[in-house]
């Protein structure tokens, strides 16, 4: 579907009768979207500025991560970390630059990043307002606002876990200011240990795969103890299967899986044949018809798996269907199916399917933005997302043993034809409540799959994303 309040917002005659008829006013850009495959240089000759406290913990990963990605480094009054950058510089050919504490070069620079896991006190979280303040107005459209931090309830005293705490306040309400050029803010986590994990979390938030998250938390732990980072192809040779995958964000992610060259099993039901096997075909992936409530699918798509492919890497639960009605008018059918498709099916195939699951495995469940904050009409579909929430975080831990990372996705109003189906007005107002003032698509889903389903993602398990473009909806 596609926003013509976006297409309009480009043209600046447009642009300025819709403010005169006070219409919400999207960016007048639409976000940056690469297609293909992962590159192994994101960044390729942008502009990052790093900053930090004193007693950061994170310059060989951050030098070493960024100078890969192809990023040239600025930072900002950093001469005790400055040999960690020259010496990633002179491997990949990316020297850093240096800038005082007050000084704001004339660039405009890619992405802001901050180190603030050294901060143990409220009065040290002056340090976030003396980094961004002065260089928020130089930040390039579609750029991103990176801060570093620890797990507040790791924190050895009270004000070290106050102050941990504050970064996901400000991170929030910094992706709310910054939504207007399109731009996104970040907070990434870390457990003791978990350091080297930080390279794939970060070259993902601050790659233009990111468009459309802004304002999350991501936190990273040693939880899945198997890590590896393969920035390039990382899924090749590797067996997915993408439930619900004939069309939407299914579809999309299946054609992205395979770009990183994963086998994709394309699963839908049997009515959907038509639609399931031009995708199946065009990837080169392979074609299984199944009814997901059916109480055998699961066992059915195991025997499949072990005869065609051995083993499976990659298991993503989109399947999914609304059936919305008030609670006082709806009937029981449409609330046994709507729990029966998202909910009940997720935790039925994937106890089917443990036996053909492969260590280090990937589990990515798709949860909604409604099971986080509800929605009028929505009792059946909310209650069946929010399940999905509690479902990742209990199975995580039993998972991690093997290796494996379960996690979901919630996304925000994502264009499809399921929201094309709601009213004008509705749909409108929808996709105006968010940081980035537009929708998603479902290649932006796609996109946070993929990197969930990466080896490189073994730090994040457990945990629901929202892919929302920081929506004003729920927490």
Same mark, same amino acid.
């Given at each position: 579907?596609?926003?013509?309040? @976006?297409?309009?917002?480009?043209?600046?005659?447009?642009?300025?009768?819709?403010?005169?008829?006070?219409?919400?006013?999207?960016?007048?850009?639409?976000?940056?979207?690469?297609?293909?495959?992962?590159? /192994?240089?994101?960044?390729?000759?942008?502009?990052?500025?790093? $900053?930090?406290?004193?007693?950061?913990?994170?310059?060989?990963?951050?030098?070493?991560?960024?100078?890969?990605?192809?990023?040239?480094?600025?930072?900002?009054?950093?001469?005790?970390?400055?040999?960690?950058? +020259?010496?990633?510089? /002179?491997?990949?050919?990316?020297?850093?630059?240096?800038?005082?504490?007050?000084?704001?070069?004339? *660039?405009?620079?890619?992405?802001?990043?901050?180190? =603030?896991?050294?901060?143990?006190?409220?009065?040290?979280?002056?340090? %976030?307002?003396?980094?961004?303040?002065?260089?928020?107005?130089? %930040?390039?459209? #579609?750029?991103? =606002?990176?801060?570093?931090?620890?797990?507040?309830?790791?924190?050895?005293?009270?004000?070290?876990?106050?102050?941990?705490?504050?970064? /996901?306040?400000?991170?929030?309400?910094?992706?709310?200011?910054?939504?207007?050029?399109?731009?996104?803010?970040?907070?990434?986590?870390?457990?003791?240990?978990?350091?080297?994990?930080?390279?794939?979390? %970060?070259?993902?938030?601050?790659?233009?795969?990111?468009?459309?998250?802004?304002?999350?938390?991501?936190?990273?732990?040693?939880?899945?103890?198997?890590?590896?980072?393969?920035?390039?192809?990382?899924?090749?040779?590797?067996?997915?299967?993408?439930?619900?995958?004939?069309?939407?964000?299914?579809? =999309?992610?299946?054609?992205?899986?395979?770009?990183?060259?994963?086998?994709?099993?394309?699963?839908?039901?049997?009515?959907?044949?038509?639609?399931?096997?031009?995708?199946?075909?065009? *990837?080169?992936?392979?074609?299984?018809?199944?009814?997901?409530?059916?109480?055998?699918?699961?066992?059915?798509?195991? /025997?499949?798996?072990?005869?065609?492919?051995?083993? %499976?890497? *990659?298991?993503?639960?989109?399947?999914?269907?609304?059936?919305?009605?008030?609670?006082?008018?709806?009937?029981?059918?449409?609330?046994?199916?709507?729990?029966?498709?998202?909910?009940?099916?997720?935790?039925?195939?994937?106890?089917?399917?443990?036996?053909?699951?492969?260590?280090?495995?990937?589990? @990515? #469940?798709?949860?909604?933005?409604?099971?986080?904050? $509800?929605?009028?009409? +929505?009792?059946?579909?909310?209650?069946?997302?929010?399940?999905?929430?509690?479902?990742?975080?209990?199975?995580?831990?039993?998972?991690?043993?093997?290796?494996?990372? @379960?996690?979901?996705?919630?996304?925000?109003?994502?264009?499809?034809?399921?929201?094309?189906?709601?009213?004008?007005?509705?749909?409108?107002?929808?996709?105006?409540?968010?940081?980035?003032?537009?929708?998603?698509?479902?290649?932006?889903?796609?996109?946070?799959?993929?990197?969930?389903?990466?080896?490189?993602?073994?730090?994040? #398990?457990?945990?629901?994303?929202?892919? #929302?473009?920081?929506?004003?909806?729920?927490?």
């Amino acid at each position: 579907m596609t926003d013509r309040l @976006v297409d309009l917002a480009a043209n600046p005659a447009a642009r300025k009768w819709m403010t005169r008829l006070g219409l919400p006013i999207p960016m007048p850009q639409k976000l940056r979207r690469p297609r293909g495959a992962w590159s /192994e240089r994101p960044l390729q000759d942008r502009d990052v500025m790093i $900053g930090g406290v004193p007693d950061g913990t994170l310059t060989e990963i951050l030098a070493t991560t960024l100078a890969s990605a192809g990023a040239n480094p600025w930072l900002v009054d950093a001469d005790t970390v400055l040999a960690s950058f +020259q010496a990633a510089g /002179e491997a990949w050919g990316r020297p850093p630059h240096t800038v005082g504490p007050d000084e704001v070069p004339e *660039i405009k620079p890619h992405a802001l990043v901050f180190d =603030a896991t050294g901060i143990t006190d409220p009065a040290q979280l002056r340090s %976030l307002y003396d980094f961004y303040k002065p260089r928020l107005r130089s %930040l390039a459209r #579609c750029g991103r =606002a990176v801060v570093l931090g620890r797990p507040p309830h790791k924190a050895s005293t009270p004000a070290a876990a106050a102050a941990q705490r504050a970064l /996901e306040g400000f991170v929030r309400s910094l992706g709310r200011e910054l939504g207007r050029k399109g731009s996104t803010a970040q907070l990434i986590t870390l457990a003791d240990g978990a350091e080297e994990r930080l390279g794939a979390a %970060l070259r993902f938030v601050l790659s233009d795969r990111s468009a459309y998250i802004s304002g999350q938390p991501l936190h990273l732990s040693k939880t899945v103890r198997s890590y590896s980072d393969q920035p390039l192809r990382a899924l090749a040779g590797k067996v997915a299967l993408v439930t619900g995958a004939a069309r939407g964000i299914g579809r =999309a992610t299946a054609q992205q899986l395979a770009l990183e060259g994963a086998h994709v099993i394309v699963l839908d039901r049997p009515a959907d044949d038509g639609p399931a096997s031009e995708v199946a075909a065009a *990837i080169g992936g392979s074609l299984f018809l199944v009814d997901v409530t059916d109480s055998d699918s699961g066992t059915r798509l195991a /025997e499949h798996i072990r005869e065609h492919h051995g083993k %499976l890497d *990659i298991l993503v639960h989109n399947a999914g269907i609304t059936r919305d009605k008030t609670l006082a008018n709806m009937k029981p059918e449409l609330w046994d199916l709507t729990l029966d498709v998202n909910l009940s099916s997720v935790i039925r195939m994937t106890e089917q399917l443990d036996g053909v699951l492969n260590k280090n495995a990937r589990i @990515v #469940c798709m949860s909604s933005i409604a099971g986080i904050a $509800g929605n009028v009409g +929505q009792t059946n579909y909310s209650g069946s997302k929010a399940g999905i929430i509690g479902y990742v975080n209990s199975v995580a831990q039993r998972y991690a043993r093997r290796g494996i990372a @379960v996690n979901a996705i919630a996304p925000g109003f994502i264009e499809t034809r399921l929201t094309d189906a709601i009213p004008v007005a509705t749909r409108e107002v929808a996709r105006r409540l968010c940081n980035l003032s537009q929708g998603g698509q479902p290649w932006d889903i796609a996109q946070a799959v993929t990197f969930f389903a990466s080896p490189g993602a073994a730090g994040v #398990c457990g945990q629901t994303l929202r892919v #929302c473009g920081g929506s004003f909806v729920g927490a």
